[in-house]
């Protein structure tokens, strides 16, 4: 169909001359056929033989017309434009073929991109959540194993040697682990707490005991939270 609207937009004497060139085109290519048909034996002992010598061949001829530059079949200027014509409207159907693939493949990978965005997130909410389980359960067990130092006035006057005075803005334990905890998330860099007065130093001493927290090697009133991986 496309050789067809090529040829009725050449002219009569473009397309008797691209017939002529056809002819002689296809006249050739018979000749060729027979000498390599008078050329091939019926019959031969070694067929494998037979087929080394042919492949020896077709590569001797394959590398003897990649050195010959190629010629154009017709020099008619008109017929050269609608072959270009042609070939460029082959070339744009390709193309749109190729984009259009491509344009498949992007909607894909961005469908695929979209699920996987999702499942990430709804895999990062369950970590928090689990997360915020875990830090009531602590707190929970904190709040009710190690409470808060309370000050009991008839005691502090039976004892007459208190190990740790008793500051009224203490923090509980609970607190201290989230503050380094958060400190060790957000300035991985500087994990370090200053100790000051809220932390009571019978808490300190315990995490610093059983290896949940360590000092700085520098100075004794800074905490972090021990690396555990």
Not at 79 to 92: D, N, P, Q, R, V
Request: charged share 30%; aromatic share 6%; with cysteine.
């Amino acid at each position: 169909m496309a050789d067809g609207r090529a040829a009725a937009q050449l002219s009569e004497a473009a397309q008797s001359e691209l017939l002529d060139i056809c002819e002689e085109q296809f006249a050739q290519l018979e000749k060729l056929q027979n000498e390599i048909i008078l050329c091939e034996p019926d019959f031969c002992e070694n067929p494998q033989e037979q087929s080394v010598k042919r492949l020896i061949a077709t590569e001797a001829e394959l590398k003897q017309w990649s050195t010959v530059e190629p010629q154009l079949l017709a020099e008619n200027s008109e017929i050269l434009l609608e072959a270009g014509k042609e070939e460029m409207h082959k070339l744009c159907s390709e193309l749109e073929m190729v984009a259009s693939c491509f344009e498949a493949k992007r909607d894909k990978l961005k469908e695929t991109k979209e699920l996987i965005l999702q499942d990430i997130k709804e895999k990062i909410q369950k970590m928090k959540v689990y997360q915020e389980r875990l830090m009531e359960s602590l707190a929970y067990i904190l709040e009710k194993h190690v409470p808060l130092p309370q000050e009991d006035s008839s005691t502090n006057k039976k004892k007459k040697n208190v190990p740790h005075e008793i500051h009224e803005n203490l923090i509980s334990l609970n607190e201290i682990l989230e503050i380094l905890m958060n400190k060790a998330l957000n300035t991985p860099h500087d994990p370090y707490v200053a100790i000051d007065d809220t932390f009571w130093p019978p808490y300190v001493e315990m995490l610093l005991r059983y290896g949940i927290a360590v000092r700085h090697h520098e100075n004794n009133f800074k905490l972090r939270l021990e690396t555990f991986f």
